[in-house]
């Protein structure tokens, strides 16, 4: 460190290396470590001396200070570069950070599905006497996050404004089966998978640990021969036992088209016990709601899962015996609880009522109640 004093104001230079910030910010979430960094400081000594509290940061308005360098997670292998001025003055404060091979994981040290940031970029806006006071009214900041997701990967653009929050996220090639094993949950082999969203909601409910709404503006999943488009709400409950414990709910307005013969049957007949794979084909063509509890938790258990609205099925085969070219009419899935369905075509009728199997001897686990 160095400095000089000159008519009253000070100039000083501070250089730090391998200094653990956790000392003086006991609140981060994990180590960190100052590394290479440079902080230059100026103002007049005597707003210094009579300086009494941070509720009085305009007293200190002639300082102002610059600070650039890296920070490292001890544990990992990368590192954040980062920026920052700061003019109380002004009250104004400006920063921008990079990281490179961050492992999310040491952040979120419950989430079991491993997650890398490379060539992250963050750039903030903001109040500095409203940031000591957590408040983030005015903060604004700007996020370019690409990730390694399950082999896979996964760029989000965010805009923080004003309390609020609006993104666009592109995921490509995820693996599906790998992020279903790291969440302990049994679902279809939908092989590689990618996904454009717009999402929206507010912060606040976020930092007063309070359900956090989201605004699923535009979400389209697509994976081999098959296609969703939703739009709706999602609700998310956080919880002191880790993020496989939260509380995932949906409302969503959805469209789903099918190439049927391309449906990964096999892991559904092993999911629901049956042996019995039938051989389909054709296109479904599906609008309706999904309403969903529990999502990561336990997505399967009854009630959890319900799925109601208009199918269509076009040029349908079942084990080779071919139907109408168009069979349609009202499907209600309601995962654990009832199955309904009434397709029909000009003669040709699909027409089922299933009810959950309860005795250990089941061959399925639903029994038909009507079907014709």
């Given amino acids: 460190m160095d400095g000089n004093l000159n008519r009253g104001i000070l100039q000083a230079n501070v250089n730090a290396n391998s200094i653990r910030a956790n000392t003086f910010l006991p609140e981060l979430p994990l180590p960190v470590t100052v590394a290479n960094t440079k902080v ?69 040290p419950d989430s079991p599905l491993p997650i890398t940031a490379n060539n992250t970029k963050v750039n903030v806006t903001g109040k500095i006497n409203q940031l000591l006071a957590n408040n983030f009214d005015n903060l604004n900041a700007n996020l370019n996050a690409n990730l ?64 956090i709404l989201i605004q699923a503006n535009r979400a389209n999943v697509n994976t081999v021969g098959q296609q969703l488009n939703a739009n709706g709400q999602i609700v998310i409950v956080a919880c002191d036992e880790g993020l496989s414990a939260w509380n995932v709910a949906t409302d969503l307005n959805v469209d789903l088209n099918s190439i049927l013969s391309r449906l990964p049957l096999k892991t559904i007949a092993l999911q629901l016990d049956d042996e019995i794979i039938p051989e389909i084909q054709g296109r479904a063509d599906f609008s309706g709601r999904l309403v969903g509890r529990n999502l990561i938790s336990a997505p399967f258990e009854p009630g959890n899962l319900r799925l109601s609205g208009n199918l269509g099925l076009r040029n349908f085969a079942l084990d080779k015996i071919a139907f109408q070219p168009l069979l349609q009419g009202p499907v209600d899935v309601n995962l654990g609880n009832n199955i309904e369905i009434d397709l029909r075509g000009k003669t040709d009728r699909i027409a089922a009522s299933l009810q959950p199997c309860t005795r250990q001897n089941c061959l399925s686990p639903y029994r038909p109640n009507f079907f014709a």
């Fill in 40 to 108: 230059n400081l100026s103002g007049r000594v005597n707003q210094l001396l009579e300086f009494e509290s941070i509720e009085r940061l305009d007293k200190l308005n002639s300082f102002q200070a610059t600070a650039n360098g890296n920070l490292i997670i001890p544990g990992g292998r990368g590192n954040i570069n980062f920026n920052a001025n700061g003019n109380l003055g002004t009250n104004n404060l400006q920063a921008f950070a990079i990281a490179n091979r961050i492992s999310l994981n040491q952040i979120l």
């Fill in 148 to 211: 390694a997701v399950a082999r896979g990967t996964v760029n989000a653009i965010a805009n923080f404004n004003n309390g609020r929050i609006v993104s666009n996220i592109n995921a490509n090639n995820v693996n599906t089966p790998l992020i279903c094993r790291s969440f302990d949950i049994s679902c279809p082999d939908l092989a590689q998978l990618s996904a454009k969203l717009n999402l929206s909601g507010e912060v606040k409910p976020l930092l007063e640990g309070n359900p």
